[in-house]
């Protein structure tokens, strides 16, 4: 079946500039998650969205980013006034919300700030 | 909180041998999950093996296996008959044990590169 679905591949803007990063999860997933990986680094956690609880957004860096999951499916992050030190892979993952179930990953959008 | 350290950056292993990526972690926690994911080129993120914190007993799926010590909070990959396609950044991961499942805690990752 359809796998994690992330678009844009590939993002290239200009600082200061807003942009959105959309992720279709595995059908039937509860839960959704967001990632980052930066230049060298492991991934860090940004939000987490299970059922319809409220999300757990305690990885978001900064006021400027923020997460929204439309009807429990669809994601979108978004990053207002983009700076240069948000330049990464930013990984959206899935999974069934329960404990024993793997996460499963999208291939990333790949985002540039010039 | 959780840390995750990968104390290796890079490792390099010929084909058909054996390596073990090392994976060290820190945690109040009593139960949890660990897991190791690999990352091709391609960038997705696969998951390779997972370790429940109250089995004694070490993973295995195929030719890969955990040494998992847990009073040590140790949780190395031996990868026996190394692959071509084995060639992979390799991520450690934490996860504490809910209610339900929750956010994974990664290392900084290991380059493996498997040659002739």
């Known amino acids: 079946g359809a796998g994690v679905s992330q678009s844009p591949s590939n993002k290239v803007t200009e600082k200061g500039k807003d942009v959105e990063l959309r992720c279709d999860p595995i059908?039937?997933?509860?839960?959704l998650y967001w990632y980052r990986q930066s230049l060298g680094q492991g991934l860090e956690f940004l939000i987490y969205f299970q059922g319809n609880s409220a999300p757990d957004k305690s990885g978001l860096p900064s006021d400027r980013f923020s997460a929204e999951r439309t009807g429990g499916s669809v994601s979108t992050l978004t990053i207002q006034r983009t700076q240069q030190e948000d330049s990464a892979v930013y990984l959206c993952a899935s999974s069934w919300g329960r404990v024993n179930q793997p996460q499963h990953f999208g291939d990333g959008t790949r985002l540039s700030i010039l | 909180a959780q840390t995750v350290t990968q104390s290796q950056p890079e490792m390099s292993v010929q084909e058909a041998e054996t390596v073990t990526l090392s994976c060290t972690y820190d945690?109040?926690?009593?139960?949890?999950?660990l897991f190791w994911y690999k990352q091709p080129p391609s960038r997705q993120m696969i998951l390779v093996i997972r370790q429940e914190a109250y089995k004694q007993q070490n993973a295995t799926e195929n030719r890969f296996s955990v040494n998992f010590q847990k009073a040590a909070k140790s949780f190395s990959l031996k990868i026996s008959d190394s692959q071509l396609g084995d060639t992979a950044m390799y991520f450690c991961?934490?996860?504490?044990?809910?209610?339900?499942?929750?956010?994974?805690?990664f290392g900084t990752g290991t380059r493996l590169q498997v040659t002739l």
């Open positions: 945690t109040s926690e009593n139960n949890y999950y």
């Open positions: 991961a934490f996860m504490k044990l809910t209610g339900t499942a929750s956010k994974l805690t």
């Open positions: 059908s039937g997933h509860t839960a």
